[in-house]
């Protein structure tokens, strides 16, 4: 069953142009010139009932503004979509008891005050009573670890801990969908750990579906299944993360550490080499064009061998691969 | 009922934002009923040269401040953002009320206190007590009054602001219309021709604020009663009616923003 439908949907901004300086002020003030923008171009996808989808493009690629269309709070210049079965810009009030939202850059918990005020009136807003609000509460606080944040005003919490109590206020009246845009900007590695591990909890132990943006590749491959890249409005790409993965990480970086001091000669073809020492090397080379048997072979010649570690390059390095190489309307 | 309880919450939570700064709370409260007091110095120097002036006295001027402090002090203290709402939109901060299962015009407006509203709710109050007016019936008919003038305070400014849907940034705009509003809801509309007086009661609705309620409160009319019900009826649902049209239009944006 799907949660989310999406059909040739399009959004189209009209933005006023100005000219640089006073005389652009003025030239616009008397005879204003508008673009057109599309945000959003033609876009189809759909997302199953309780599945973790990657939604991820660079700046300006319309992932935003798709997932404001999919909220209700924009309305798109054409398409259809439907979200557990409402029409999103129709339907925006029901379909919001249904739906857990966060916006990483537009905070919903009110500044002032502790979180746990912000959560009973959500409580209220949600329409819980005050019985199952607390246990509610008690509940995401444990699977948050926020215990002993919720006394606390949100203005004295660090971006982590306030990130934490966000994604848990979104959770308080048990969405089936959590519509996450961008829940991981700007925190620590330790703090965007800590985050991915509840949310991948709530999805397991409550079957809530994801629909994650980020622009962090470790976002993704932490929680999503399956990935749609989008770039200028279009999916650029649409697969498996595993699939993805293994189709663009033919890229494999290997570094070795050797017993004793040697001088290699690593020229091999397709090979390039990216740190040398005394001790070690640490080379890049393409499995597709270059055999890995034939890379091992020379390292292995070169001396006695003490340690070896072989990589994929970041997800990060594979979707800008993408990006460079992609054109509207590549699926798989 | 279920709207009721909701905004019941909306208010507890504002006034618990409120008490997280309790001594800056206190003296806007404070400073707002002396400044408030200062401003009606003027008329009580002007009624001690001139007993009356067509037909109103200082306790008619005393019930019109009343009631026009009453009506703004409730809007600023519990519909806090009939003041921002242009901000709001422009500053694509409607996102928040929009994901959440409620009413987006009234969720905004009742999410922000201006804790000034309440020096001027007390100094409506207080000035109305000692007008003269203050009898069972006459304080009936006060309350009708300040219900009116709320209504038109929010549809007026909602209206005005809502035109940020389609004319972008109306900042500067809402702010004229708001001080128009408020100063002209201070003066008697009797002072003018009949052409502004027209103005008044209809472009500018300070009249309905104003003037008609205190005339209302100070004898009561089939005339004034009309005017104030029909006026505050048509201006709410023209607020909302255009408020909905336009978030149609609402294009969001990427500022960084907090719920106070």
């Given at each position: 069953?799907?949660?989310?439908?999406?059909?040739?949907?399009?959004?189209?901004?009209?933005?006023?142009?100005?000219?640089?300086?006073?005389?652009?002020?003025?030239?616009?003030?008397?005879?204003?010139?508008?673009?057109?923008?599309?945000?959003?171009?033609?876009?189809?996808?759909?997302?199953?009932?309780?599945?973790?989808?990657?939604?991820?493009?660079?700046?300006?690629?319309?992932?935003?503004?798709?997932?404001?269309?999919?909220?209700?709070?924009?309305?798109?210049?054409?398409?259809?979509?439907?979200?557990?079965?409402?029409?999103?810009?129709?339907?925006?009030?029901?379909?919001?008891?249904?739906?857990?939202?966060?916006?990483?850059?537009?905070?919903?918990?009110?500044?002032?005050?502790?979180?746990?005020?912000?959560?009973?009136?959500?409580?209220?807003?949600?329409?819980?009573?005050?019985?199952?609000?607390?246990?509610?509460?008690?509940?995401?606080?444990?699977?948050?670890?926020?215990?002993?944040?919720?006394?606390?005003?949100?203005?004295?919490?660090?971006?982590?801990?306030?990130?934490?109590?966000?994604?848990?206020?979104?959770?308080?009246?048990?969405?089936?969908?959590?519509?996450?845009?961008?829940?991981?900007?700007?925190?620590?590695?330790?703090?965007?750990?800590?985050?991915?591990?509840?949310?991948?909890?709530?999805?397991?132990?409550?079957?809530?579906?994801?629909?994650?943006?980020?622009?962090?590749?470790?976002?993704?491959?932490?929680?999503?299944?399956?990935?749609?890249?989008?770039?200028?409005?279009?999916?650029?790409?649409?697969?498996?993360?595993?699939?993805?993965?293994?189709?663009?990480?033919?890229?494999?970086?290997?570094?070795?550490?050797?017993?004793?001091?040697?001088?290699?000669?690593?020229?091999?073809?397709?090979?390039?080499?990216?740190?040398?020492?005394?001790?070690?090397?640490?080379?890049?080379?393409?499995?597709?064009?270059?055999?890995?048997?034939?890379?091992?072979?020379?390292?292995?010649?070169?001396?006695?061998?003490?340690?070896?570690?072989?990589?994929?390059?970041?997800?990060?390095?594979?979707?800008?691969?993408?990006?460079?190489?992609?054109?509207?309307?590549?699926?798989? | 009922?279920?709207?009721?309880?909701?905004?019941?919450?909306?208010?507890?939570?504002?006034?618990?934002?409120?008490?997280?700064?309790?001594?800056?709370?206190?003296?806007?409260?404070?400073?707002?009923?002396?400044?408030?007091?200062?401003?009606?110095?003027?008329?009580?120097?002007?009624?001690?040269?001139?007993?009356?002036?067509?037909?109103?006295?200082?306790?008619?001027?005393?019930?019109?401040?009343?009631?026009?402090?009453?009506?703004?002090?409730?809007?600023?203290?519990?519909?806090?953002?009939?003041?921002?709402?242009?901000?709001?939109?422009?500053?694509?901060?409607?996102?928040?009320?929009?994901?959440?299962?409620?009413?987006?015009?009234?969720?905004?407006?009742?999410?922000?206190?201006?804790?000034?509203?309440?020096?001027?709710?007390?100094?409506?109050?207080?000035?109305?007590?000692?007008?003269?007016?203050?009898?069972?019936?006459?304080?009936?008919?006060?309350?009708?009054?300040?219900?009116?003038?709320?209504?038109?305070?929010?549809?007026?400014?909602v209206i005005v602001q809502s035109l940020s849907f389609w004319l972008g940034n109306t900042v500067a705009l809402s702010q004229f219309a708001l001080s128009a509003l408020l100063t002209f809801s201070l003066y008697p509309s009797v002072l003018f021709d009949a052409t502004t007086k027209f103005?008044?009661?209809?472009?500018?609705?300070?009249?309905?604020?104003?003037?008609?309620?205190?005339?209302?409160?100070?004898?009561?009319?089939?005339?004034?009663?009309?005017?104030?019900?029909?006026?505050?009826?048509?201006?709410?649902?023209?607020?909302?009616?255009?408020?909905?049209?336009?978030?149609?239009?609402?294009?969001?944006?990427?500022?960084?923003?907090?719920?106070?």
């Open positions: 069953m799907s949660s989310i439908e999406v059909n040739n949907l399009q959004k189209t901004f009209q933005t006023k142009r100005k000219a640089a300086g006073m005389r652009g002020s003025l030239r616009a003030l008397f005879k204003p010139e508008y673009t057109s923008i599309e945000a959003v171009r033609g876009l189809s996808f759909h997302m199953e009932a309780g599945e973790l989808l990657g939604f991820i493009g660079p700046n300006g690629a319309g992932k935003s503004t798709t997932i404001k269309i999919l909220t209700g709070i924009l309305h798109p210049s054409s398409g259809d979509a439907k979200v557990l079965g409402f029409v999103p810009w129709k339907e925006r009030q029901k379909l919001a008891y249904h739906i857990g939202t966060v916006f990483g850059q537009r905070p919903q918990l009110w500044y002032h005050l502790p979180a746990i005020d912000t959560f009973m009136l959500f409580g209220k807003i949600y329409e819980l009573d005050d019985r199952e609000t607390k246990k509610r509460i008690a509940f995401l606080s444990e699977a948050f670890e926020i215990q002993d944040l919720l006394e606390t005003p949100v203005r004295k919490l660090s971006l982590g801990q306030r990130m934490r109590c966000e994604v848990a206020a979104s959770l308080l009246h048990r969405p089936k969908l959590l519509l996450l845009d961008e829940p991981s900007i700007g925190l620590d590695v330790v703090a965007k750990q800590h985050i991915r591990d509840a949310i991948k909890r709530m999805a397991q132990e409550e079957n809530v579906g994801v629909l994650l943006t980020s622009h962090d590749a470790g976002d993704l491959e932490a929680l999503c299944r399956r990935v749609i890249i989008v770039n200028h409005g279009q999916i650029v790409y649409e697969d498996k993360v595993s699939n993805l993965k293994r189709k663009f990480l033919t890229r494999k970086m290997v570094e070795v550490r050797y017993a004793e001091e040697v001088s290699p000669n690593f020229s091999i073809d397709g090979v390039e080499i990216l740190k040398v020492g005394s001790y070690g090397v640490k080379l890049r080379f393409d499995t597709t064009k270059t055999p890995v048997d034939q890379v091992m072979s020379h390292l292995s010649q070169a001396g006695e061998l003490v340690d070896i570690t072989v990589s994929d390059p970041p997800l990060e390095e594979v979707i800008a691969k993408i990006y460079q190489d992609a054109q509207p309307g590549m699926r798989t | 009922m279920r709207q009721v309880k909701f905004i019941l919450a909306l208010w507890k939570a504002n006034i618990q934002a409120a008490m997280e700064f309790r001594a800056a709370f206190f003296t806007q409260v404070i400073f707002m009923m002396i400044n408030n007091g200062v401003y009606f110095i003027f008329w009580v120097l002007y009624f001690d040269k001139f007993n009356a002036v067509r037909g109103w006295d200082i306790n008619t001027m005393m019930l019109l401040f009343g009631i026009a402090a009453s009506a703004w002090g409730i809007g600023a203290f519990f519909f806090g953002n009939f003041i921002s709402l242009a901000e709001v939109i422009v500053g694509g901060r409607l996102d928040y009320y929009l994901s959440l299962p409620r009413p987006v015009l009234l969720h905004v407006l009742a999410s922000k206190s201006i804790g000034s509203g309440m020096g001027d709710l007390i100094y409506g109050i207080g000035s109305f007590m000692l007008s003269g007016y203050f009898t069972p019936d006459g304080t009936l008919r006060f309350l009708l009054g300040v219900f009116a003038g709320v209504c038109i305070f929010i549809g007026f400014l103005i008044l009661l209809t472009i500018i609705p300070a009249a309905l604020i104003g003037t008609i309620p205190a005339e209302f409160v100070r004898e009561f009319s089939w005339q004034s009663a009309i005017q104030m019900v029909s006026g505050s009826l048509v201006f709410l649902f023209l607020s909302i009616f255009i408020f909905k049209l336009g978030l149609k239009r609402y294009e969001s944006g990427s500022a960084i923003q907090v719920e106070v």
